[in-house]
């Protein structure tokens, strides 16, 4: 297992910036793929974004595509989600999630370790 920990979330006005950071300790980051999640109020966990184990296989959910890039730090075992040109509809929580794979995936199925989730709220 890996324990996986997100920061960075809060409130802002449509248009601004966020940039998540998830830390993971325990089992050996560089050897897991990673992904960014996310889940609204009523609404199902949704894909967002995913990185394979060394970073060059990278799928983003078209609602985010060319405004959200996600990227890994394999030495200091961090996970980050830049997030730029915030819309309304970016509004929820946000998880961090780990598998036991090199390989990216955009199914949440597919990870075994998850955050607890920050909070993005995002204002009109």
């Known amino acids: 297992q890996v324990q996986l920990v997100e920061s960075g979330g809060g409130l802002v006005q449509a248009g601004a910036s966020l940039r998540l950071t998830c830390a993971a300790s325990?089992?050996?980051?560089?050897?897991?793929?990673m992904g960014w999640f996310r889940q609204a109020p009523g609404k199902e966990r949704e894909f967002v974004s995913a990185?394979?184990?060394?970073?060059?296989?990278?799928y983003y959910a078209d609602s985010v595509k060319d405004r959200f890039t996600i990227s890994r730090d394999n030495v200091k075992d961090t996970l980050y989600l830049q997030m730029n040109s915030l819309k309304p509809e970016d509004t929820a929580v946000y998880y961090c999630?780990?598998?036991?794979?090199?390989?990216?995936?955009?199914?949440?199925?597919?990870?075994?370790?998850w955050g607890q989730g920050t909070q993005v709220t995002v204002s009109p």
């Open positions: 999630a780990s598998r036991w794979s090199s390989i990216a995936a955009t199914r949440a199925s597919l990870y075994d370790s």
């Open positions: 325990g089992r050996t980051f560089r050897t897991t793929a």
């Open positions: 990185i394979s184990r060394s970073g060059d296989t990278i």
